[in-house]
């Protein structure tokens, strides 16, 4: 049983197209997060979700827009496709606070964006 | 200016070779992750360091956090093609929102 799945795997999509990357988590988790690693490899945190309400929302360009229905989805969406948006997405869920007692995210297994 | 710094970038051995990444920062944290990361997966936490000076080891890595919670380091033993992988450490930043900032990242390489 998947803990943190993302669909779809690779996403092959033209430029100024719009494109949705769901994300879901079955460990009750109360917070869930994206970030994107580009092709040095590093991660950027881009939003973050707890139950529902938005608390980390990076320098993101407005194209992109988080969505969590319940406390279990995340989802992100993003309007007219760049170049510059090819990378891979990934989608990671925590315990609430859990800076506090040190617990690690869980991460799915990323979604490769190419826009061509 | 990255808030973690990993050293070095890339790293290719032999196996049965030692080896140590390096997690700099100038900042303080209250406590250091490490992750590792294979081909197509996303990072998999492999330990957390709390206090300054803290040993940690997992089989053949050895895990430290400097006294001064600012450094952070991982030292794999007798490395195995196993070991192959991305590297990352992360520490808990930002006030409030307390996210979760990634090092640069450390790609190693264990060939047969």
């Known amino acids: 049983d998947t803990a943190v799945s993302q669909t779809p795997k690779y996403l092959v999509t033209q430029m100024g197209n719009d494109k949705s990357i769901k994300c879901e988590q079955n460990l009750g988790h109360d917070t869930m997060y994206w970030y994107k690693q580009d092709s040095k490899k590093f991660l950027k945190i881009m939003f973050s979700y707890n139950n529902k309400e938005l608390i980390i929302n990076e320098t993101v360009p407005n194209r992109f827009s988080p969505k969590s229905p319940d406390k279990a989805h995340l989802n992100l969406h993003i309007n007219s496709l760049e170049l510059g948006d090819s990378a891979v997405y990934f989608c990671?869920?925590?315990?609430?606070?859990?800076?506090?007692?040190?617990?690690?995210?869980?991460f799915g297994s990323g979604t490769r964006l190419t826009v061509v | 200016t990255q808030l973690l710094e990993q050293s070095p970038q890339f790293l290719s051995i032999q196996e049965g070779e030692n080896l140590t990444v390096y997690c700099n920062s100038s900042s303080v944290f209250s406590s250091l992750q490490w992750y590792r990361q294979e081909p197509g997966e996303g990072p998999v936490l492999l330990v957390t360091?709390?206090?300054?000076?803290e040993v940690k080891k997992l089989k053949r890595l050895t895990f430290q956090f400097g006294d001064a919670r600012k450094d952070s380091s991982l030292h794999i033993t007798a490395a195995q093609p196993g070991d192959t992988g991305l590297y990352l450490c992360a520490g808990y930043y930002g006030g409030a929102t307390n996210k979760l900032i990634f090092g640069t990242g450390t790609l190693l390489a264990v060939q047969p």
């Open positions: 360091v709390v206090t300054g000076g």
């Open positions: 990671a869920s925590s315990p609430t606070r859990a800076y506090r007692s040190n617990y690690g995210y869980t």
